[in-house]
């Protein structure tokens, strides 16, 4: 079935360090292409997205190029800063109106 | 209202016993959606609502699991006789129109003893 796949964390990285969290899916159809955030104690937040091949999604720093030939969406942030510590979700729908379908998460930390 | 609003926020139950669990969309949102979120992991879909149809209930785990949105607004998930298996957060999420961007509640942490 369609899955995504995300790598393992946590992740702990220096403030202004480079951060890449890499996620794969399941090419099945063409999927649209989500990262959600998830803050300590705080629901799930929408953090980028994009709904076709080559589209880079963008925010507060972050972002994520979907890339059809690699089935990949790996989220990048060129200098993370303390308040960026949270779980970072990778997502997708496979169908309009469906339901999303999540990676396991990465957590990152990130110290002073 | 403001967001999507889950409660309680913690649940304590006894292996056995059947708990319910509410959530209340943002109004005027069609669709909600129920997912169940182990520790350490990401949210597992459980079902789908387009106002009050279940139109998608393929990723409940058991027949112990029943969940209803009688008009089309508040949604519960029931679960019943309660195993420690079933402890997790459970989110709920709505949309307008099945569209995008699902606007999820922070969960209820189910914790079963």
């Known amino acids: 079935g369609d899955s995504v796949t995300q790598m393992e964390g946590p992740v702990t990285l220096s403030e202004e360090a480079f951060l890449t969290i890499n996620c794969t899916y399941t090419?099945?159809?063409?999927?649209?292409l989500f990262w959600y955030v998830q803050y300590p104690g705080e629901g799930l937040q929408l953090l980028l997205k994009?709904?076709?091949?080559?589209d880079k999604g963008s925010n507060k720093g972050f972002e994520a190029t979907y890339r059809k030939e690699t089935t990949s969406f790996h989220l990048e942030k060129g200098s993370v800063q303390v308040s960026d510590s949270a779980v970072y979700f990778c997502?997708?729908?496979?169908?309009?109106?469906?339901?999303?379908?999540f990676g396991q998460g990465t957590e990152l930390s990130v110290k002073p | 209202g403001a967001g999507v609003s889950q409660s309680p926020r913690y649940k304590v139950a006894k292996r056995g016993q059947d708990v319910a669990l509410r959530c209340d969309p943002i109004s005027g949102h069609v669709s909600l959606f129920w997912y169940q979120q182990a520790l350490g992991q990401g949210p597992e879909f459980l079902t789908y609502f387009q106002n009050e149809a279940q139109l998608d209930k393929s990723g409940l785990p058991s027949d112990r699991f029943f969940a209803e949105r009688p008009e089309g607004s508040v949604s519960t998930l029931k679960i019943q006789r309660t195993q420690q298996e079933d402890s997790a957060v459970y989110l709920c999420?709505?949309?307008?129109?099945?569209?995008?961007?699902?606007?999820f509640g922070n969960g209820t942490r189910l914790t079963v003893t």
């Open positions: 994009a709904t076709k091949a080559d």
């Open positions: 999420a709505s949309s307008l129109e099945g569209g995008l961007p699902l606007h």
């Open positions: 090419a099945t159809g063409y999927p649209s």
């Open positions: 997502a997708a729908i496979y169908n309009q109106g469906g339901k999303l379908i």
